[in-house]
């Protein structure tokens, strides 16, 4: 390879409070705008910031689970820039004595496992969200979102593809979520990146012209998006297209390019300096110890769990283990119906095949795992077969549908009678003689064909498999 990829990550993820980060105001995704704002949030003089102590013990989490030095002593600081969405025309953030330094995150590579190094975490509010509205070409303001709390996971550019990039971002969503840290749903806005990229040629120590794509929510999109960056910054090197710029770009998902927003700023740009209305938090080795003994169940934990104790495929474990939600729904189900493998099969194909349907990514499915429990337990006991339940699981998903009263007032039980079967498999090779024949000589089409007209004789309520045992018999009979 003539050139090299060269690239870090700033990913900023919403730590899951109640509150925001300095104001009482509700930290929650999905209100009405600008309906969780107060003078506090909205930067209005004279009003005092108060630190919120679980973004703090949150902030000691995320530094916990990336193999993080925590600080002993934090401070947050004033970062000033103007921006329609940030109303005190600075951000309080932490520049002087982050929350951590150094760290390293794990990732899984085709070449095998590789640490990605971390610079710092720290914690800072969020800014508000701009609404463009195209029609009257007019922008918005929602100031929901402004000082919301987030730890913004600054790495060192050891990045060399996207595929490595993603593989990271998939980490740190089952790090952070497994540990409550955040929800990390990308489609919210909760987890956020920004990518730092240059290009140099193969073999040089010195970074190229360096670009960061800002605020990329969608690992589909930074796929895309570092593909073309990449591919402009070859094309300028090699043909002089253009001048490469150290700039901020955006990304047009629409058109698969990035666009430039403005040159990219320099720390003596932004003029941090301590912001005297908030004291220093001290750290205490106590107070870690305290959050690292309340820490849940780690994915790479239950990774290890789910394959030696309970005996589920390494591939199974792992897609269990990729998410929280799914996770839950795994737990919440088999604490219902023990049957962990039975229930993997479910999720991984019809549950996932439903959503990704019905355009829903993993997070956002939402299961009543009695039902779902129930539903799996009645197929795998032949109380109904694997058709029918397939049928009943969107009604449960949409519905909340109780799978059991369902089945009788519907009248779906399975039939297990061998001798209803056996005359209903009687009377298809008897109204289709000719194709039984053709069977017989050879045409393995035709059994397919029997099967199904012995299913529907049946009102499809029969075990496929019992249908095709007692067929079988009867055409080599």
């Given at each position: 390879?003539?050139?090299?990829?060269?690239?870090?990550?700033e990913?900023?993820?919403?730590?899951?409070?109640?509150?925001?980060?300095?104001?009482?105001?509700?930290?929650?995704?999905?209100?009405?705008?600008?309906?969780?704002?107060?003078?506090?949030?909205?930067?209005?003089?004279?009003?005092?910031?108060?630190?919120?102590?679980?973004?703090?013990?949150?902030?000691?989490?995320?530094?916990?689970?990336?193999?993080?030095?925590?600080?002993?002593?934090?401070?947050?600081?004033?970062?000033?820039?103007?921006?329609?969405?940030?109303?005190?025309?600075?951000?309080?953030?932490?520049?002087?004595?982050?929350?951590?330094?150094?760290?390293w995150?794990?990732?899984?590579?085709?070449?095998?496992?590789?640490?990605i190094?971390?610079?710092?975490?720290?914690?800072?509010?969020?800014?508000?969200?701009?609404?463009?509205?195209?029609?009257?070409?007019?922008?918005?303001?929602?100031?929901?979102?402004?000082?919301?709390?987030?730890?913004?996971?600054?790495?060192?550019?050891?990045?060399?593809?996207?595929?490595?990039?993603?593989?990271?971002?998939?980490?740190?969503?089952?790090?952070?979520?497994?540990?409550?840290?955040?929800?990390?749903?990308?489609?919210?806005?909760?987890?956020?990146?920004?990518?730092?990229?240059?290009?140099?040629?193969?073999?040089?120590?010195?970074?190229?012209?360096?670009?960061?794509?800002?605020?990329?929510?969608?690992?589909?999109?930074?796929?895309?998006?570092?593909?073309?960056?990449?591919?402009?910054?070859?094309?300028?090197?090699e043909?002089?297209?253009?001048?490469?710029?150290?700039?901020?770009?955006?990304?047009n998902?629409?058109?698969?390019?990035?666009?430039?927003?403005?040159?990219?700023?320099?720390?003596?740009?932004?003029?941090?300096?301590?912001?005297?209305?908030?004291?220093?938090?001290?750290v205490?080795?106590?107070?870690?110890d305290?959050?690292?003994g309340?820490?849940?169940?780690?994915?790479?934990?239950k990774?290890?769990?789910?394959?030696?104790?309970?005996?589920?495929?390494?591939?199974?474990?792992?897609?269990?283990?990729?998410?929280?939600?799914?996770?839950?729904?795994?737990?919440?189900?088999?604490?219902?119906?023990n049957?962990?493998?039975?229930?993997?099969?479910?999720?991984?194909?019809?549950?996932?095949?439903?959503?990704?349907?019905?355009?829903k990514?993993?997070d956002?499915?939402?299961?009543?795992?009695?039902?779902?429990?129930?539903?799996?337990?009645?197929?795998?006991?032949?109380?109904?077969?694997?058709?029918?339940?397939?049928?009943?699981?969107?009604?449960?998903?949409?519905?909340?549908?109780?799978?059991?009263?369902?089945?009788?007032?519907?009248?779906?039980?399975?039939?297990?009678?061998?001798?209803?079967?056996?005359?209903?498999?009687?009377?298809?090779?008897?109204?289709?003689?000719?194709?039984?024949?053709?069977?017989?000589?050879?045409?393995?089409?035709?059994?397919?064909?029997?099967?199904?007209?012995?299913?529907?004789?049946?009102?499809?309520?029969a075990d496929?498999?019992?249908?095709?045992?007692?067929?079988?018999?009867?055409?080599?009979?």
């Amino acid at each position: 390879m003539k050139y090299e990829t060269v690239m870090g990550l700033e990913v900023h993820v919403e730590l899951a409070t109640n509150s925001k980060l300095f104001c009482g105001c509700s930290a929650k995704f999905g209100a009405d705008a600008n309906e969780n704002v107060c003078p506090a949030c909205m930067g209005m003089p004279g009003m005092p910031a108060v630190t919120n102590k679980r973004a703090v013990e949150l902030g000691i989490a995320a530094s916990l689970v990336t193999n993080s030095e925590i600080s002993r002593e934090i401070t947050f600081d004033k970062k000033n820039y103007f921006y329609p969405d940030l109303p005190a025309s600075y951000q309080i953030t932490q520049w002087f004595a982050p929350i951590c330094r150094g760290g390293w995150v794990e990732i899984e590579t085709e070449a095998g496992p590789r640490k990605i190094t971390l610079k710092q975490i720290h914690i800072e509010e969020d800014a508000g969200k701009l609404v463009h509205d195209n029609r009257t070409g007019t922008s918005l303001v929602d100031f929901n979102r402004t000082s919301v709390p987030l730890v913004e996971i600054v790495s060192n550019p050891d990045f060399r593809t996207a595929e490595e990039v993603v593989a990271y971002l998939e980490k740190l969503r089952s790090l952070l979520s497994f540990a409550g840290v955040s929800d990390c749903k990308m489609q919210e806005g909760s987890m956020r990146c920004d990518v730092n990229i240059s290009v140099r040629e193969a073999g040089s120590n010195k970074l190229g012209t360096r670009v960061e794509i800002k605020n990329m929510n969608s690992l589909k999109a930074i796929t895309t998006a570092i593909a073309y960056e990449s591919g402009r910054h070859i094309d300028a090197l090699e043909t002089g297209s253009e001048t490469l710029r150290q700039e901020t770009r955006g990304w047009n998902d629409d058109l698969g390019e990035t666009f430039p927003m403005r040159e990219k700023e320099e720390a003596a740009d932004y003029r941090y300096f301590p912001n005297p209305e908030l004291l220093p938090i001290s750290v205490s080795q106590t107070w870690i110890d305290e959050i690292r003994g309340s820490l849940p169940e780690s994915a790479q934990e239950k990774y290890l769990r789910l394959t030696s104790e309970i005996g589920l495929s390494e591939y199974d474990s792992r897609l269990i283990t990729s998410g929280k939600n799914l996770s839950a729904i795994f737990d919440k189900t088999t604490h219902h119906y023990n049957e962990p493998k039975e229930v993997v099969n479910w999720i991984m194909v019809e549950l996932l095949a439903i959503a990704k349907g019905d355009n829903k990514g993993e997070d956002d499915i939402d299961i009543d795992c009695r039902k779902f429990a129930k539903l799996i337990e009645m197929a795998h006991r032949k109380e109904i077969n694997r058709n029918t339940a397939k049928k009943i699981l969107p009604l449960i998903l949409s519905d909340g549908v109780d799978p059991a009263a369902y089945v009788r007032e519907h009248r779906l039980s399975a039939i297990g009678d061998t001798g209803v079967i056996e005359s209903a498999v009687g009377e298809v090779l008897a109204e289709h003689a000719k194709l039984a024949d053709e069977y017989r000589a050879g045409n393995q089409k035709a059994f397919g064909f029997l099967v199904g007209q012995s299913m529907k004789k049946l009102a499809g309520k029969a075990d496929p498999q019992l249908v095709n045992q007692i067929l079988q018999k009867r055409l080599e009979g």
